[in-house]
Every structure is written in structure tokens, then in C-alpha cells.
């Protein structure tokens, strides 16, 4: 199928708007089945969620992964991996591979967090390895981009976008690329009290959608906008951003319900790679 062809009919089949969450390490085990089952009520009767207006990603820690992914089975809302292993088997202790995750159920693996990279040392090599092994293993990678410093939204954008293109260009070499979740997150808007501005946001995220709609490998793709992202934010951003990557502010599951009224608001026209 031409490219273009593939591309027109992915962004026809996409919902208009992504909303991933990601648990990190906030939450003990049955307050994570708490928080699951409050989503799993809300997806059950939210329009935006039933009639396909937003889709919904959450990521657990580890030993939560199986019993949220049956908490949420019958929804629409799927479930994925704050990290995988670079490998899909062996010698490689406290990992857990790819395979393993779409074996229990994972459909999203996350990738490149800041986190990551500075806490425990990885850099662009083990993220573009790690998003190879998520896509061999039938996992949409949810590839975290953004600068480390607070710059003007262009030069952002120009970096944001090479380090994009740097790790996919890497990852390329280790098998076939696909739909990825590009989240943009500046790492000085991570847990800090308010996000970056709309106009840093759309100007980095519709340069990343630009980038990506030169990709025919990425075809399908979403450009998602995380970093203290909560309700009122989508508004906010009207067009130009496939949706929100959500920490923090995601942990009442009311601010879930609100950002889900917001992706019906119809301010939203989100362009898809
Ligand atoms: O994974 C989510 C992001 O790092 C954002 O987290 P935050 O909203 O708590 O800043």
C-alpha cells in the first residue's frame, strides 16, 4: 500500500485524541487497583471514551500490570509498561522483556523517559533498543522527546525533533519501525507545578507532526504533550497536539473525567502523522 494511502487511512481510524497515564511509582499495589477500577467505571460510561472520540493508555508499575489489564478488560482502555528490556530473554537480571509484557496483556512499553536517562543512566542508544524491542514484540513504544532546559519554542522544536529522528534512525536498524507514541516532554515542565505554555507546546508538537508526516516507516503515528499536563490543558491547546501524556494530575480519576469532557468540547482538531 503507498505510503500516503497508509497514512490517510490510520489518521481515518484514529481516535481524534491519546490520553496515556503513567502511575510511576506514586502509587502502592492496591491503591493502583483502586485508581484502575475508577478508570475502568469512568471508560465504561464516558462517551468520549465509548464513542471513540479519545482513546486511553495507563501505565502501571510491574507487579500491577496483570490485574489492571483485568480490571480494564471489557473497556477500551489499554495498558502498558513504564520499561522494558532492551532483550527478549536470558541472563538479564530484574528485566523483564517485551515478550513477556504483550504475553500478559501490555500494548504500550514507555521509552526515553527523563527519568531514565538520569536517574539510571540511559541514553540514546539503550532508548532507540529498547523502542526496537517493544515493536518486534507487538508493543506501540511511547518515545519520550523534549529538551532539558527551558529554550525558546524553535530552538525546542529543533531539538526535540533531532533527538526524535536520532533514536528512530537507530532503532530502524534493528528491525521494521511502525506507529509510535511520540511524547513530547520538555523535562523542565516534569513535576513542576505548571506545564509549558501553549504556545511552546503547539510549536514543538506541530514540528514533531511535521517531521513525522516525512516518515512513511512511522505512518500512524501520535504527538502527545506530557510534563504537569492536567484538566484545562487541552483547551487550552486547541489544535496541534494528538493529545495529553498524564503524571501526576491523573491520579483523581475526577481530572481523567475532565480531561475526557474536554476531547468532546470539539475545539479539538488533531492532526495525525
Ligand atoms: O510520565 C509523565 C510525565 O513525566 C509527566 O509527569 P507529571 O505530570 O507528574 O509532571
Known amino acids: 500500500m503507498p505510503a500516503a494511502q497508509n497514512t490517510a487511512q490510520n489518521a481515518a481510524h484514529s481516535p481524534r485524541v491519546t490520553i496515556g497515564v503513567s502511575l510511576k511509582m506514586y502509587f502502592g499495589h492496591h491503591e493502583t487497583l483502586n485508581w484502575a477500577r475508577s478508570i475502568a467505571s469512568l471508560a465504561a460510561r ?19 500490570l496483570v490485574p489492571v489489564t483485568g480490571i480494564l478488560a471489557g473497556t477500551e482502555v489499554r495498558t502498558g509498561a513504564q520499561d522494558l528490556a532492551t532483550d527478549d ?14 504475553e500478559i496483556g501490555a500494548r ?17 542508544t539503550v532508548v532507540a533498543a529498547k523502542t526496537a524491542a517493544a515493536l518486534r514484540n507487538g508493543l506501540t513504544p511511547v518515545l519520550c522527546v523534549g529538551e532539558l532546559d527551558q529554550v525558546a519554542p524553535a530552538e525546542a522544536a529543533a531539538r526535540t525533533v533531532a533527538e526524535a529522528e536520532r533514536v528512530l534512525a537507530t532503532a530502524s536498524h534493528e528491525g521494521p519501525l511502525g506507529p509510535v507514541v511520540l511524547a513530547y516532554e ?3 515542565a516534569i513535576g513542576a507545578p505548571r506545564p509549558a505554555s501553549p504556545d511552546h507546546i503547539r510549536t514543538v508538537c506541530e514540528s514533531l507532526t511535521g517531521w513525522l508526516s516525512t516518515q512513511p516507516a512511522l505512518a500512524g503515528s501520535r504527538v502527545i504533550y506530557g510534563g504537569s499536563a492536567g484538566p484545562g490543558l ?8 494528538d493529545g495529553l501524556f498524564l ?8 481530572a481523567v473525567g475532565r480531561i475526557l469532557d474536554e476531547t468532546l468540547e470539539g475545539a479539538l482538531a488533531c492532526p495525525t502523522a
Open 108 to 124: 504500550y512499553a514507555e521509552v526515553g523517559h527523563a527519568e531514565r536517562r538520569r536517574l539510571f543512566g540511559e541514553g540514546d
Open 186 to 188: 520538555p523535562q523542565w
Open 46 to 64: 464516558h462517551p468520549a471514551v465509548t464513542g471513540g472520540t479519545a482513546e486511553l493508555f495507563v501505565l502501571p508499575a510491574f507487579p500491577a
Open 234 to 241: 487541552l483547551t487550552q491547546l486547541g489544535t496541534g497536539v
Open 247 to 254: 503524571g501526576r494530575f491523573a491520579h483523581d480519576p475526577a
Open 89 to 102: 530473554s536470558g541472563p538479564y537480571t530484574g528485566e523483564v522483556s517485551g515478550a513477556h509484557l504483550h
